[in-house]
C-alpha cells in the first residue's frame, strides 16, 4: 500500500474577498419604441418615462477579451478592477481576478506573479498558494517565506490572519519536551467511558501510575468532534511542546487528529481501526488490531490449518460489514479458495428467516421446481407424519450448503439470532466464523446449536491474559481486566516511552525509531512495524469449548 502524502491544513478558512460566484442575471430586451410625432413621451399619470435599469455586470460579462495567454488576461483584469467606472464593476474584475489566481494558474504563472508588481493585490494570493504547496513539500522555509509576503501584502485580511496562524504553528513545532506526550481522546459525551478506558491504559504505558517515570501526559478533549480534535493536536504542539501525540479512536476524529499531527513534523500513534489511516503522512502510524489483521488471520487458519476451500458471506449493509467482507471475499481468493454463496441484511434486522432462506437456496422455489415436485410426491408416499410446517418451499426443499463455513462480520447478538434461524432451516455441518466482536462472555449460549462449531479472532484469550504482567497490574487497580482499548493505548505508551529513553529526542528521530520497531516486548506478545506503519498485533484464533472461550487448537 502507497502512503500518500495528504497534510491538511485544518486553520485553512477561504478568505470572503476570494472566489465569488454570481448568478448570471437574465435581462429582458427593452420593448422597441415606435414612431413619435416629435413630442415628447409621457408614463402613466403624466410622469416622464425612464429608461429600464442596467443589467447588473457579472464576472462572464466582465471578463476581458480571451487571450492565449493567462498572464496578460489577469493583467487586463488588474487594470479594469482599477479603472473601471463604478464600485460595483471594480468589484467584479477583482473578484474574477482573484478566481483566477486561486483556480487557473500553475505553479510556474503562481511564481511570476508573486514576483511582479504589475500584478498588485493578487501578489498575496499568489503567495498564499505558493505557501501552501511549500508546506505540503515540506519545505518549511520556503512555506514560511511565502507566507509572510501573504502578511506583507494582505495586511489585515482573513488570509493574512491564517498565515500568521500557520507561522506560528510551524515556529511553535520547533520545540520539543521529549518527555511529554500529548494524547487525543473522547472524554465527554457519549465515548468518554471508551475514552477513559484508553487514557488509563495510556498513563500506565508512560509509568505515570508509579512515581519517578519523568514523563508527563498533555490530554486534549476531541469531543468526538474533529475540528475540537484538530484544534487540539494544535494546543499539544504550540502549548505543551509535545514530542508525540497518540489517538484518536473513534473512526470520526483519528483523520483529524493524524492529518493535523503529520502538518506539523509530530509524529502520532492513531488507536482508530478508520481504514487508510496510515496513508495520510508518513509520520502517522497506528496500533490498533484492525479487519485486516483480524481477517488474514481467519482465514488463514481457516484454509490452511482446517482444510477448507468453500465459504458463504451473511453480513450486514453497514461499513462494518461491508469492509470486512470486501476483506475477507479478497483474501479467501488469493488463497485460492471459493465465496459460493452471500446475502446480505439491514444492519437493523431481527428476523433472519428470509435472510437465511435466500442464503441457503430455499426461498426462490421455481429453481427447484423438479426438486420440489419429486420430493413432494416421496413425502406423500411415506408413512412418515406431516410436519405442522406445511409444505412450503423452505419446508420441503433441504438447504444447499455448498460451503464449510458462513463468515458473519457482525456482533455476538447478531449471530445469535442467525445461528437460531441457521438450526431451524436445518444447515448442519458448518463452522460458523467471526470477528473479535464475538469474544465476549455468553457467546455460546448466544450460539444455542452452534456453540461448538465457532471460530473467531482476537488479540486477547483467556490465558494470554493470565500471562500478561500489565493485565495483572491493570486488575490490581482498577478491579477489572483490561479490555483491547486499554492494551493498545499500554503498548502505545510503552513503545514511546521506552524509545525516547533510548535516545529518540527528537520527532525525525523518533519518527526513525517507530519506522524500525521491530519485535518490540508488547503486554500480550511481540509487536513490529509493517511497511505499512501498521503495528503486527498478536492475533489468536479462538473457538467455545465446553462453555469457554480458548485457544483454537487444531487436531492433526
Same mark, same amino acid.
Given at each position: ?103 487557473? &494558474?500553475?505553479? *510556474?504563472?503562481?511564481?511570476? +506573479? !508573486?514576483?511582479? /508588481? $504589475? ?6 494570493? #499568489?503567495? @498564499? ?119 484518536? &479512536?473513534?473512526? *470520526?476524529?483519528?483523520?483529524? +487528529? !493524524?492529518?493535523? /499531527? $503529520? ?6 500513534? #492513531?488507536? @482508530? ?140 447478538? #447478531? ?142
Amino acid at each position: 500500500m502507497t502512503a500518500k502524502l495528504a497534510l491538511i491544513v485544518s486553520v485553512c478558512v477561504i478568505a470572503s474577498c476570494t472566489t465569488a460566484t454570481t448568478k448570471r442575471t437574465e435581462t429582458k430586451q427593452a420593448p422597441v419604441a415606435g414612431k413619435t410625432n416629435g413630442k415628447k413621451g409621457k408614463g402613466m399619470s403624466g410622469m416622464s418615462a425612464k429608461p429600464p435599469p442596467a443589467a447588473p455586470v457579472t464576472p462572464e460579462a466582465a471578463a476581458p477579451a480571451a487571450s492565449s495567454d493567462p498572464l496578460i488576461a489577469l493583467k487586463d483584469l488588474v487594470v479594469l478592477s482599477v479603472q473601471a467606472p463604478t464600485k460595483q464593476e471594480q468589484d467584479v474584475y477583482r473578484l474574477r481576478a482573484i478566481e483566477d489566481v486561486e483556480n487557473r &494558474l500553475n505553479e *510556474k504563472q503562481l511564481e511570476e +506573479v !508573486a514576483d511582479n /508588481s $504589475d500584478y498588485g493585490y493578487l501578489r498575496g494570493h #499568489a503567495m @498564499s498558494r505558493l505557501a501552501d504547496k511549500a508546506l505540503e513539500e515540506r519545505d518549511i522555509s520556503k512555506a514560511k517565506k511565502y507566507y509572510a509576503g501573504v502578511i506583507d501584502y494582505l495586511p489585515e485580511s482573513d488570509l493574512a490572519a491564517r498565515a500568521q496562524d500557520i507561522i506560528s504553528q510551524l515556529d511553535a513545532a520547533k520545540n520539543v519536551q521529549s518527555k511529554t506526550i500529548g494524547v487525543v481522546l473522547p472524554l465527554s459525551g457519549r465515548n468518554a467511558p471508551v475514552g477513559q478506558r484508553a487514557l488509563r491504559g495510556l498513563e500506565m504505558g508512560l509509568g505515570l501510575h508509579v512515581p519517578g517515570s519523568g514523563f508527563k501526559l498533555a490530554v486534549m478533549d476531541s469531543e468526538g468532534n474533529p475540528d475540537s480534535a484538530r484544534r487540539g493536536v494544535e494546543r499539544l504542539v504550540k502549548e505543551d511542546n509535545v514530542i508525540a501525540v497518540v489517538g484518536s &479512536l473513534l473512526s *470520526k476524529t483519528a483523520p483529524a +487528529v !493524524a492529518a493535523k /499531527s $503529520d502538518e506539523l513534523g509530530v509524529p502520532s500513534i #492513531a488507536l @482508530s481501526q478508520r481504514s487508510g489511516l496510515t496513508e495520510i503522512g508518513p509520520s502517522v502510524f497506528r496500533n490498533s488490531l484492525t479487519s485486516e489483521m483480524q481477517v488474514r488471520q481467519l482465514v488463514r487458519t481457516a484454509m490452511d490449518d482446517m482444510g477448507m476451500k468453500k465459504f458463504a458471506v451473511l453480513y450486514p449493509n453497514d461499513q462494518y460489514g461491508v469492509e470486512f467482507t470486501n476483506i475477507f471475499w479478497d483474501e479467501v481468493l488469493a488463497r485460492g479458495g471459493k465465496i459460493t454463496a452471500i446475502q446480505t441484511y439491514s444492519n437493523k434486522e431481527t428476523d433472519f428467516r428470509l435472510v437465511i432462506q435466500r442464503l441457503v437456496g430455499t426461498y426462490y422455489g421455481e429453481g427447484r421446481q423438479d426438486e420440489f415436485n419429486l420430493r413432494m410426491r416421496e413425502l406423500k408416499h411415506s408413512d412418515k407424519k406431516r410436519s405442522a410446517r406445511g409444505d412450503n418451499t423452505e419446508n420441503v426443499l433441504p438447504p444447499i450448503t455448498d460451503f464449510d463455513a458462513i463468515f458473519i462480520p457482525d456482533s455476538a447478538k #447478531a449471530m445469535g439470532q442467525i445461528a437460531a434461524m441457521l438450526a431451524f432451516s436445518d444447515v448442519r455441518g458448518v463452522k460458523l466464523m467471526g470477528t473479535n466482536l464475538w469474544n465476549t462472555a455468553g457467546i455460546a449460549k448466544r450460539a444455542g446449536n452452534f456453540a461448538n462449531s465457532l471460530m473467531f479472532v482476537d488479540s486477547i484469550a483467556p490465558t494470554t491474559q493470565d500471562q500478561s504482567r500489565f493485565a495483572s497490574e491493570y486488575k490490581n487497580l482498577y478491579g477489572e481486566a483490561p479490555s483491547l482499548i486499554e492494551i493498545q493505548a499500554y503498548d502505545a505508551g510503552l513503545i514511546l516511552r521506552q524509545l525516547v529513553a533510548s535516545g529518540a529526542d527528537s520527532r525525525e528521530e523518533l519518527t526513525a525509531k517507530l519506522i524500525g520497531l521491530s519485535k518490540f516486548p508488547g503486554s500480550l506478545g511481540s509487536l513490529s512495524m509493517s511497511s505499512e506503519r501498521e503495528i503486527d498485533r498478536p492475533v489468536i484464533s479462538l473457538t467455545v469449548d465446553k462453555g469457554e472461550i480458548i485457544p483454537l487448537r487444531i487436531r492433526q
